[in-house]
Structures are given as C-alpha cells and as structure tokens.
C-alpha cells in the first residue's frame, strides 16, 4: 500500500462547472476526512466518513458540495456550479478504526482553480 | 471547538541554528497531538505523533514535547539545514469522532 492517493493533483476549471475529485485511501483505514485549504490557512475539516456512512458534514460545505464514498472504500468530492472562491486545496487523509490513535495519513491533495 | 494558535507565524534562520516552533491549543483534554510538514502546493506529511501520556517523542533531529495540562507543544528541529524549510503544522486530537483541528502553521526558511 503506497499510501492516501488523490486524483487529480491539478484541476482548472471556468466558473460554473462541476468538478469531481477521487481519494483511495489506505486499505486499513475505515475513517476518511475530507479537508480544504486556502492560501495561508491551516486545513479545514469539510466531511468525514466511517466506511461508508457520512457521519459529519461542516457548515463549510455549501449544498454545492456532495461526497460520497461507496462501499467504504473511495471517496469522491464533487463541487457543482463552481466558484472562484472554491480555489483551494482540497485534502484528503484516513486513519484506522481507532481514530487518530496511529495518526492521520494525508494525501498530496487536489489543487483546484476555477477561473 | 478546538482553536490552535501557532507562533511564530513565519521565520527565518541561518542554517546551522536550531528551530523552536510553538503550538497552543485550548482544549487540553486531547488524546495526542500530530506535527505535519507541508512544502509549497504539496500534501502534509507526518512527522511526529505525541500521545497524551508522554512528554515528548523523537525521530532524528526532530523532538516533539507535550505539556497537556497547560495546552502547549514545542516541535525542536536541531542544525537546521535548507531542506528543513516548509510550513510546520500541528493538529491535536480530542479522541472519539473529533477531527484534528490546525493551526495556519509556522513558516520556515532555512537561509544557507
């Protein structure tokens, strides 16, 4: 297992389309977290998964945002009619069943920027 | 909600000069606390993991101390060299469905 992978590293994208991002996480791993990060910022949580189940979603992520994670294995983020303000880095991480107790393992995240 | 607050926000040192990077987090009922590196554009990497129960952890040049009762960990990087410059994360953990929460992290330069 080589690790979290995220797909695509690079997105650009004009304003108003849909975009969609893919995040494998360790094989292991049950808990899958979804983070975004601007410029300057500190990662801020988005959402997070226990296999399959959605168990939290942050007041961040606008109804332009939907993840899912089928099977409890990938995780996809789709953003609909997307913003200049989306621009971000979007991360992705997992840990194992018994939370951050072994530590988060982070992927090298999507890079959007809608133009 | 757990607020971290990292100081100093950003520095610059000759190489050669130790670093000390201090992390603050108001909740202090945590389980662990992880220190993260991010370069430029890119992902975070791991680079310490610190339980509750101990009072520091270390790996290389790298030392990691805890004091959970007053909310602080310090990350030590000794005889900084260039490939030491990065953006230097911390991120406690509360335990149970608790996320980790961050800072925005101390930005470092290592001058040669």
């Known amino acids: 297992d080589t690790g979290v992978s995220q797909d695509p590293r690079h997105k650009i994208t004009k304003r108003g389309q849909n975009v969609t991002f893919r995040c494998d996480p360790i094989s292991e791993h049950n808990r899958l977290y979804w983070y975004r990060q601007t410029l300057g910022q500190g990662p801020e949580f988005l959402t997070y998964f226990q296999n399959e189940a959605q168990l939290e979603k942050s007041r961040l992520l606008s109804d332009r945002f939907s993840a899912e994670r089928p099977k409890g294995s990938f995780s996809t983020l789709e953003i609909q009619r997307t913003e200049q303000g989306d621009s971000a880095m979007y991360l992705c991480?997992?840990?194992?069943?018994?939370?951050?107790?072994?530590?988060?393992?982070f992927g090298s995240g999507t890079r959007l920027t809608v133009v | 909600k757990q607020e971290v607050t990292q100081i100093p926000a950003a520095l610059s040192v000759p190489e050669g000069e130790n670093l000390v990077l201090n992390c603050s987090f108001t909740?202090?009922?945590?389980?662990?606390l992880q220190w993260f590196r991010q370069d430029p554009g890119k992902g975070l990497t791991s680079l310490l993991l610190i339980q509750s129960s101990q009072r520091e952890q270390t790996s290389g040049r790298l030392n990691a101390s805890l004091d959970k009762s007053s909310g602080r960990s310090t990350l030590y990087i000794a005889a900084s060299q260039p490939g030491d410059s990065a953006t230097y994360l911390c991120?406690?953990?509360?335990?149970?469905?608790?996320?980790?929460?961050f800072g925005k992290g101390n930005q470092v330069v290592v001058i040669p």
């Open positions: 909740d202090s009922a945590i389980y662990n």
């Open positions: 991120a406690p953990w509360l335990g149970g469905n608790n996320r980790l929460a």
């Open positions: 991480a997992s840990s194992s069943p018994q939370g951050n107790f072994f530590g988060y393992t």
